[in-house]
T-cell receptor
Framework: DSGVTQTPKHLITATGQRVTLRCSPRSGDLSVYWYQQSLDQGLQFLIQYYNGEERAKGNILERFSAQQFPDLHSELNLSSLELGDSALYFC?????????????FGPGTRLTVT | QKEVEQDPGPLSVPEGAIVSLNCTYS??????FMWYRQYSRKGPELLMY????GNKEDGRFTAQVDKSSKYISLFIRDSQPSDSATYLC?????????????FGTGTSLTVIP
C-alpha cells in the first residue's frame, strides 16, 4: 500500500458525460501528479501540482482539468468524454522540493466510456 | 518519433536467468532516469533511479545509463517468479521544476519457475 488513495476504483459512463476523479496524497506529500494509462499509449503524464499550484503540464487535453485543494487532495475533471478516454487514471504523490523525490502511485481509477 | 521507446515484449525467461530490459530516448536534455515495476492491476512502483550517466546497483538490480547513445538498461540477476511484472522506464530533464516525465510503454516479463 503506497499511502495514496484514489476514488472511485471503477467508473462507467457514457460519451459526452463529465466525471471527477479524486486523489488523496500520502501524508506529508505536497506534490500530486496525474497520469493516464492506456494499452496503446502506455503511461502518459498529464499534470503536476505542488502545494496547490500547477507545476508542470504534459499531454493533457483541453477537456480535462485538475486542481489541488488546500488540504492537498486533488481532483481530475474529465468532460465531454469520448470512447478514447477509456483508460486507467493514476495519481501519484511525492514530497517534492528537491532534485528528485520518489513518486508513490495510487491504485488507479479505471474509466470506461460507453 | 516518441520521446521514449521501449520494446513491449513479452519476455519469458526461466527462473535464475539474467534479464536485460532496455529503453532508448531522443531528448538529450534528459538527466534523471527511472525504472518502475508494475504488477497486474496495481500502480507502478519505483525500483531505481539514476542521475546522468553511469551504473547503479541495488541487490539483484542494476541500472545503466549511456547518455552518449541515449540508451538505458535494467539488469535483473537471478530472476525470480516474483519479478514477473511489467517494467517501465521513465525519464525527465529536471523533476519538480516544471518539466514533465516521459514513460516507455513497458516491457512485460514472465519468470517461469
Amino acid at each position: 500500500d503506497s499511502g495514496v488513495t484514489q476514488t472511485p476504483k471503477h467508473l462507467i459512463t457514457a460519451t459526452g458525460q463529465r466525471v471527477t476523479l479524486r486523489c488523496s496524497p500520502r501524508s506529508g506529500d505536497l506534490s500530486v501528479y496525474w497520469y493516464q494509462q492506456s494499452l496503446d499509449q502506455g503511461l502518459q503524464f498529464l499534470i503536476q501540482y505542488y502545494n496547490g499550484e500547477e507545476r508542470a503540464k504534459g499531454n493533457i487535453l483541453e477537456r480535462f482539468s485538475a486542481q489541488q485543494f488546500p488540504d492537498l487532495h486533488s481532483e481530475l475533471n474529465l468532460s465531454s468524454l469520448e470512447l478514447g478516454d477509456s483508460a486507467l487514471y493514476f495519481c501519484a504523490s511525492s514530497l517534492a522540493g528537491g532534485p528528485f523525490y520518489e513518486q508513490y502511485f495510487g491504485p488507479g481509477t479505471r474509466l470506461t466510456v460507453t | 518519433q516518441k520521446e521514449v521507446e521501449q520494446d513491449p515484449g513479452p519476455l519469458s525467461v526461466p527462473e535464475g536467468a539474467i534479464v536485460s530490459l532496455n529503453c532508448t530516448y531522443s531528448n538529450s536534455a534528459f538527466q534523471y532516469f527511472m525504472w518502475y515495476r508494475q504488477y497486474s492491476r496495481k500502480g507502478p512502483e519505483l525500483l531505481m533511479y539514476t542521475y546522468s550517466s553511469g551504473n547503479k546497483e541495488d541487490g539483484r538490480f542494476t541500472a545503466q545509463v549511456d547518455k552518449s547513445s541515449k540508451y538505458i538498461s535494467l539488469f535483473i540477476r537471478d530472476s525470480q517468479p516474483s519479478d514477473s511484472a511489467t517494467y517501465l522506464c521513465a525519464m525527465t530533464s529536471a523533476p519538480n521544476t516544471g518539466n514533465q516525465f516521459y514513460f516507455g510503454t513497458g516491457t512485460s516479463l514472465t519468470v517461469i519457475p
